[in-house]
């Protein structure tokens, strides 16, 4: 068993009618982008062999320092984008990411009637609903299961498997960075210490904003509302909330309520309203969240008929993103079409109702709890908890309170109130809790 | 959204040129079997009316008894199943399970070129490469997405995005049955109590062997290792172990180990060699395996390239199974075709390379430890841990020595040694322990 999956006898597994006959011939594929998934797709490709696939050309910028002797030298490496894509491949398999100039690579291969095989997740995004219409206009296909969750196959579930569900709810951790550093702070590291450490082990950019901000998570979650939801959402409208705004002391707390913290992304739909959002949020400790540990991924969808399907694994890293890859290149060669999903235009809310953390630190004086308590009480939100853990000075004192399941707006209103208080030493924390 | 999954345009989406051409009229589809998985796959078509599909007739044995007023007019209730049969539906969909009659139903629809979608594990395990090729060779589709772990699409996942891996070990709670009764014994049940219990919620049936004797779980092990490993198993190799040998006993010695116990099936495969195996097995606390609680299923695939990848949610249940098997005849409306898998028959040992729980129950005297540790040396095998828990009575002693991973072979020639022993009131019990 040396091989990865291989048609029995490919002669007998037509391609598909809108793309040129090729029986007989192994899909022609040119990777751009020799970085770490790049490099791990053509190992797999080199050294599994899959009957119909072909690598034939590699492009990167200043190729020549990325050239590697295990590549055949039949493969052309080139940095001359534009004869990539107009040399005879017929898939292209585009891992630079970015919206530019992966878009316009993407573009031109799919107007050519190329397919086009991609992990970009900003692109898929941003452009997913008009690139695939290009693809079917062309006579192409655009397949994209390494965008999300890497090496944790959600797509090809969301289009095959689930396809006879209707999915009501998407809560994932879809950013590998943001669980590594979350999930180290959980045993007692502090946020500076662990995102160096994530950094050094290459877990982390040295910009991470994208990550700890919630950007990368946000992309990923647009792309499962089309495909889980089907609804159609400009990425721009997930406001993320970053992880950066969670502390030692939150997580002391959260394990008090038997909770840990995750950075979570959230969508539902329920008559026709589409709320999503994505930020750190407490998770029951007992909870399939709470499992996932490290870079590891995880999915949950809700379906109105099944009920709910787990899925994790890494979400990450060159070799599971480039089984992803791999996988995409497969199902073009034989043909498989995916189910697909009509998906219409719609606008996004942050309006959840479910149970918050809020997490204070104050000068502490007579009164605070009364006035916090009496701004909730005004919206009519039920206080569930009060928590204050002794061994914090009362100058600088952190308290909690959580509340039963409430409207987000409402809750903003509560805490827009409470925020004119004096005695605060820094704006109230307040956090989503799953359950 | 009240539609489940259905084409934007099913004009654009042509069907397998294999099939009779019909772009512009909807699959017609025949329902064998209206128990639970029946009534809940007509439930979706009727409520959800996913384009592409029309239901236009059930079969069932005695079916006045079966009709129900939510299914159209328009659909023929038949207990003539040959009638059916040479109908002119388009997909048969097998959900009466067993092998016969369902097998020459399935056999005689894929002859006169319709396609099956079933989820009978026994006739796929047992007969599925047989049916493919008849499949294969009629132009029908032969699809089974149901058969395996219900509501989680692990086949699809199989199939598609896991296609560019090559899968090297297979884990799996595969029989829900099993999983609630050892779970509710995780919390200090007695077998035959929560059997009853379980027979009462409808989770267990009159006579449960093929559940907990592990029948069940290992047809579908055998489907999985096609799929995942590319091997063509006889399901009779696979020699399951009963549920029915744990005790009480063996959950408290379990918990003392950091672990509980679970009904496994489990495969691997090792330069061309396969061993796999399905009964109680210790796993840890802290794994996957020990999450998964009632009667979920939860499926583990170790790919070389993408690691571990993880699926839980509901295994069985009408809803749930009735959710792959529309997934399916979607799949096969939107004429998706599956990466197909080329499998070679192998052969089935039992032979793993595992750390084992073994638990004695002894009538207790000086002598009988260092007769078995010597048993074990003789054989090579490092014992890890010896527990002897108090309170037990001298004369129906129950302890429990873990060994260091050893062949099983090493160890049941250890074992047989043993069992010579005359202070041995019951046949020691040894369980692998998932690491």
Chains 1, 2 share one sequence.
């Not at 899959?50 to 910028?61: A, D, K, M, T």
């Not at 889980?228 to 959260?254: G, K, N, Q």
């Not at 309520?257 to 309203?273: N, P």
């Amino acid at each position: 068993m040396s091989e990865v999956n291989v048609p029995a006898s490919p002669q007998q597994l037509p391609v598909q009618s809108a793309q040129k006959t090729r029986n007989k011939r192994p899909l022609r594929i040119a990777l751009f982008g020799f970085g770490t998934v790049g490099s791990s797709a053509a190992r797999i490709l080199v050294e599994s062999k899959p009957r119909g696939l072909e690598l034939v050309s590699i492009f990167n910028r200043g190729v020549e320092r990325k050239r590697v002797d295990w590549v055949p030298s039949s493969v052309i490496w080139s940095e001359d984008a534009e004869a990539v894509l107009a040399s005879d491949v017929d898939v292209v398999v585009e891992l630079a990411g970015g919206l530019e100039p992966a878009g316009n690579w993407v573009r031109k291969a799919l107007e050519t009637g190329k397919s086009v095989v991609t992990a970009n997740k900003k692109l898929i995004a941003y452009q997913g609903v008009e690139l695939e219409r290009l693809a079917a206009s062309k006579g192409g296909h655009l397949k994209y299961g390494a965008a999300v969750a890497g090496g944790i196959p959600v797509i090809p579930a969301l289009e095959q498997g689930l396809a006879g569900d209707r999915i009501e709810r998407i809560e994932g951790i879809l950013n590998g960075t943001c669980n590594f550093i979350l999930s180290k702070m959980e045993e007692g590291a502090e946020y500076a210490t662990v995102l160096a450490a994530a950094q050094a082990k290459g877990y982390a950019e040295a910009d991470p904003t994208e990550d700890v901000g919630g950007f990368d998570a946000r992309a990923k979650l647009a792309i499962l509302m089309r495909l889980a939801l089907r609804v159609e959402v400009d990425p721009e409208e997930i406001v993320p909330r970053p992880i950066t705004e969670v502390s030692a002391v939150d997580f002391s707390y959260a394990r008090d309520l038997g909770c840990t913290i995750r950075q979570v992304a959230r969508a539902e739909q329920d008559h026709g309203s589409v709320a999503a959002t994505v930020g750190p949020m407490l998770v029951d400790l007992h909870s399939p969240m709470a499992w996932s540990r490290g870079t590891e991924n995880m999915v949950i969808f809700s379906g109105h008929y099944g009920g709910d399907v787990v899925f994790s694994g890494h979400g990450a890293g060159g070799h599971p993103t480039a089984v992803a890859v791999v996988s995409d290149l497969l199902a073009l060669a034989h043909g498989s079409r995916r189910v697909e999903v009509p998906s219409a235009p719609a606008r996004v809310s942050a309006e959840f109702e479910v149970p918050h953390y809020i997490r204070f630190l104050v000068v502490d004086r007579p009164g605070i709890v009364a006035a916090i308590t009496a701004a909730l009480a005004h919206e009519h939100i039920n206080i569930r908890a009060i928590v204050q853990k002794p061994g914090y000075p009362a100058h600088a004192l952190p308290f909690v309170v959580t509340v039963e399941p409430c409207k987000s707006s409402a809750l903003q209103r509560a805490l827009a109130s409470i925020r004119t208080m004096d005695c605060l030493l820094e704006e109230p924390l307040d956090l989503q809790m799953l359950e």
